[in-house]
């Protein structure tokens, strides 16, 4: 009988142990990123000292595939943005990034990072143990807070800009630029890479909300941008679709000047 009951002891303890691991192999799931954030803070470890960065304004859009983020140093409008695809499972979330641009240079060589994420009630906690940064190796620690409604719109996703220019007059003059743009969740965000007549490259981002209204024009109200004109203003913006992946935006400004750009959905 003792014998018997050690036992049933055993097999009760490793049926109890199978099923532990059973429900703990099966409750890590993969992260759902889709949406749009704002970070609240960026802290940063080089190995010898941790900075927490307090005025870094960014946003970050999640579409079902690609990724976006556009940020803006509130001291000295010092701008950066990324944009490229993304893939997640149980292990966090991996960023294939094919395009950045900060300041005065651009890079548009594929890059991967991967995360460690960790979900919250409000956002979530994105990890980076290894990255260059100034050229150290880092870790880089971010938190987000989600931020605008379940909403959906046919701009939903990311796009990149194919041409573009300003109409004076009878006088049509076109820009030389990389521009991205993302939507979602009533979010959107742009980046773009200037170059002028003489070279010189200049990196501008914004971000804000947009609403849709009837099918044709769209309101935007940018929270913060590299340019102080437009940071805090809102803007009508007559849009045309062009079937799903393609359409052009007109800006009318007060002088009656437009400016005219077109734009085909990001496709990695």
Not at 174 to 184: G, L, S, V
Not at 250 to 266: C, G, K, M, N, Q
Request: proline letters at 1%; one cysteine or more; glycine letters at 8%.
């Amino acid at each position: 009988m003792l014998i018997k009951s050690n036992g049933m002891k055993y097999l009760s303890f490793c049926f109890i142990a199978i099923v532990i691991v059973s429900c703990n192999s099966t409750s890590k799931k993969a992260p759902d990123m889709q949406g749009a954030y704002l970070m609240t803070s960026q802290t940063v470890n080089d190995g010898t000292k941790e900075t927490n960065y307090s005025d870094v304004k960014q946003l970050k859009i999640y579409t079902d595939k690609d990724v976006m983020y556009t940020q803006v140093i509130a001291a000295d409008s010092t701008s950066s943005f990324g944009v490229g695809s993304y893939t997640s499972d149980t292990s966090g979330v991996t960023e294939n990034i094919i395009y950045t641009s900060r300041d005065s240079s651009f890079d548009d060589s594929a890059k991967s990072y991967k995360l460690i994420i960790n979900k919250t009630a409000d956002g979530y906690n994105q990890v980076i143990p290894d990255i260059m940064i100034n050229n150290t190796n880092s870790k880089l620690t971010e938190v987000y807070q989600s931020v605008g409604k379940k909403q959906t719109s046919p701009l939903d996703g990311v796009w990149k800009q194919t041409r573009s220019y300003d109409i004076k007059g009878t006088d049509t003059i076109w820009y030389n630029r990389t521009e991205y743009k993302a939507f979602n969740n009533g979010y959107f965000m742009f980046g773009q890479t200037a170059k002028d007549s003489s070279g010189k490259i200049t990196t501008g981002i914004g971000f804000g909300t947009f609403s849709m209204i009837g099918n044709n024009q769209m309101k935007e109200t940018d929270l913060n941008s590299t340019y102080a004109i437009i940071a805090g203003q809102s803007f009508m913006i007559d849009v045309n679709l062009n079937g799903n992946d393609a359409y052009r935006q007109i800006i009318t400004h007060p002088d009656s000047s437009r400016t005219v750009e077109f734009y085909e959905r990001l496709k990695l």
